[in-house]
């Protein structure tokens, strides 16, 4: 149980177009999801925390307008990468915490994004 | 605010040997849980272990046990037996209590396991 997808596993699109990275509780809910980007061989970032019914809290320094994240239902939270440029490629990763109590975060396959 | 701190950005291990992982922390909450997890070169992130601040005891799951040495701050993993599927990204997280979910993670370790 605890399995967390992402659609598309990677995708390359051209400059100034827009991505939509989907994140799905595959057999739980999920009223909270993690975003995460990661460079090549660094950490994580949290880019944001996504919130089922309500608007997306963002961490400093990451762009509202450019990332815009929906948790449209408790099992479905995407991310659209809009106008991209070549400097948004990377790794994005997402997360559903668990209920028990460890609060152990199950997390997506990761979308890899290129940008040409 | 919470940290994570791994300072061994690579390591090598022959295969069949055991490693030992870094990780401190710091918090001032008094309920806090910590996590490792493993990222092979495909990316996905794969939970190994966790411990929380009030366990008696280290947690061991499999190869896998963590040090967990509470005065010191310090939640090391320890590898037994390693494997050639054993290299790749190793991660330390912290989940602060208060009904926190978001982990800070440290920098990671890269781990590679000679045959």
């Known amino acids: 149980g605890a399995v967390v997808s992402q659609h598309p596993s990677w995708v390359i699109c051209k400059s100034g177009t827009s991505v939509k990275i989907e994140c799905r509780s595959l057999?739980?809910?999920?009223?909270?999801m993690f975003w995460y980007r990661q460079f090549p061989k660094q950490s994580l970032m949290l880019m944001a925390t996504s919130n089922e019914g309500s608007k997306a809290t963002y961490e400093q320094g990451v762009e509202k307008d450019k990332f815009l994240i929906n948790h449209a239902s408790l099992t479905l939270s995407t991310l659209t990468v809009t106008s991209a440029h070549p400097e948004d490629s990377s790794f994005y990763i997402c997360?559903?915490?668990?209920?028990?109590?460890?609060?152990?975060?199950?997390f997506g396959p990761g979308t890899r994004l290129t940008v040409t | 605010a919470q940290k994570i701190t791994q300072t061994q950005p690579g390591m090598f291990v022959q295969e069949k040997e055991a490693v030992t992982l870094d990780c401190t922390y710091d918090t001032s909450d008094p309920s806090y849980g910590l996590f490792w997890y493993k990222q092979p070169s495909s990316g996905e992130m794969i939970f190994l272990i966790y411990q929380g601040s009030y366990d008696q005891q280290n947690a061991t799951e499999g190869r896998y046990s963590l040090n967990f040495q509470k005065a010191r701050k310090s939640a090391n993993l320890v590898i037994s037996a390693s494997q050639l599927g054993d290299s790749a990204m190793y991660f330390c997280a912290m989940r602060a209590g208060g009904g926190s979910y978001i982990p800070t993670f440290g920098r990671g370790t890269s781990l590679i396991v000679h045959p």
């Open positions: 997360s559903a915490p668990g209920t028990g109590v460890t609060y152990e975060q199950y």
């Open positions: 057999d739980f809910q999920a009223t909270t």
